[in-house]
């Protein structure tokens, strides 16, 4: 198996977890809500086909500006897709931002501590203890559907190929 890296300014950083495709089982996690409170991943969105947005960190542009066009795009895809924001800025940083920015349609959970979805699905930068932007396509059976890994952490990832996989499944 080859080295997989993510570019960030003049550096070419490994990347941690083994990487997904479609058709793959998606991996269950248990992300963070709360320092002490927890949601599984895929039980908690049960029956839904899950847009999941991987974020390094919030507070950072492309990542703000990312999650807020998740927001907009949940609103237009209706009751039967979950937009799910993961970064591994703490629980509490990312309610605050959230009330900041007016971001009330995207779940967002917390990959902060030993980046567990990171592991799991292949996004671990443990150099920046971060994870590497990235976008899943979850149906409702926990099937992988579409899988983007971005190659720069300051890259947007592909909008619309995303949502055309997940209109796909509706």
Request: with cysteine; charged share 20%; glycine share 8%.
């Amino acid at each position: 198996m080859s080295e997989r890296t993510v570019a960030f300014r003049d550096k070419h950083l490994l990347v941690e977890g083994q990487a997904l495709q479609p058709g793959d089982k998606a991996p269950e996690v248990t992300l963070h809500t709360g320092f002490l409170a927890g949601a599984p991943l895929l039980a908690n969105t049960t029956g839904k086909v899950r847009l999941i947005s991987v974020v390094p960190s919030i507070d950072t542009s492309v990542c703000d500006a990312q999650t807020r066009r998740m927001n907009e795009e949940a609103s237009a895809l209706g009751e039967s897709v979950v937009v799910v924001t993961i970064s591994a800025d703490l629980p509490m940083a990312q309610k605050r931002w959230c009330g900041a920015a007016g971001v009330e349609r995207v779940l967002m959970l917390s990959d902060y501590m030993n980046l567990p979805f990171g592991q799991a699905y292949g996004t671990a930068v443990p150099d920046l203890g971060v994870d590497q932007r990235a976008i899943f396509v979850v149906d409702s059976g926990d099937i992988v559907r579409y899988v983007e890994y971005v190659p720069g952490i300051g890259q947007h990832p592909n909008y619309e190929a995303a949502l055309v996989a997940v209109r796909a499944l509706l």
